[in-house]
């Protein structure tokens, strides 16, 4: 069977115009419903998911408030904490006392400043006016100054930094000195030393004029550092 279309190229082309309009159009609403679905399904999380979950979360912070609030501990807790989280900083800033006498194999401070025929019987030191009083015995009176010259002329550098050294004491007084009924001397040295000595954050390092060859620190077999003797008839430490 032979069928003719009849009609005319431009009829045709409106046909499928119109199929494609209504094609558009059918799309468009679908698209469009989805949008207006979507924006009705957020409207009503805002609106009422969101709102809830807000109001439960202010419930919940008033019931806490008011638990905390019966807490008649709760001004010492806070305060307990504030210590504690202060800790760290505190420990930063404490001084290194253990560096004067030594740990481990490092031979502290005093060993590298103390002349091999000097001992010490009582040492005191603030370290918050930064200072040390040092009292003990000593086979001469040369020896005490020669312990005190060491304390004048000893510097020290920071971080291995050699190139910018700074004095470690100042103000060095030989306060007291006399002879014990054995011939040995007594006396007590104090000084002023740099704070950076004995900061945990600076290892400071320390620099003995190299004329003074007698501190024990450069003895292979040095004698007894701490003694308790300070002077005549006196013994301290026992």
């Known amino acids: 069977m032979i069928q003719l279309n009849l009609l005319p190229d431009v009829k045709l082309e409106y046909i499928k115009a119109r199929r494609y309009r209504q094609l558009v159009t059918l799309i468009a609403g679908a698209v469009t419903a989805v949008s207006v679905l979507i924006m009705v399904l957020l409207l009503l999380n805002v609106k009422g998911l969101q709102a809830k979950h807000i109001s439960d979360l202010n419930n919940d912070i008033k019931t806490t408030t008011r638990k905390l609030q019966q807490n008649t501990n709760l001004n010492k807790v806070l305060t307990i904490q ?7 900083s505190l420990d930063a800033q404490k001084p290194l006392a253990s560096l004067l006498v030594g740990h481990d194999k490092d031979p502290g401070f005093l060993t590298e400043l103390t002349p091999k025929d000097a001992s010490i019987g009582t040492l005191q030191v603030d370290f918050t006016a930064y200072t040390i009083s040092i009292k003990g015995t000593a086979t001469t009176l040369y020896t005490v100054n020669q312990f005190a010259d060491t304390l004048k002329y000893t510097k020290y550098s920071v971080n291995g ?53 007698t501190t024990r620190s450069q003895l292979d077999k040095p004698t007894v550092l701490f003694n308790g003797k300070t002077g005549s008839n006196q013994t301290t430490g026992q």
């Open 161 to 213: 930094d050699a190139s910018n050294e700074q004095k470690a004491f100042s103000d060095v007084v030989l306060s007291d000195f006399g002879y014990n009924q054995d011939g040995s001397v007594y006396y007590t040295l104090t000084c002023s030393y740099n704070p950076d000595l004995f900061d945990i954050q600076k290892a400071a390092k320390l620099d003995v004029p190299k004329n003074f060859i």
């Open 82 to 88: 504030n210590q504690l989280n202060s800790l760290p």
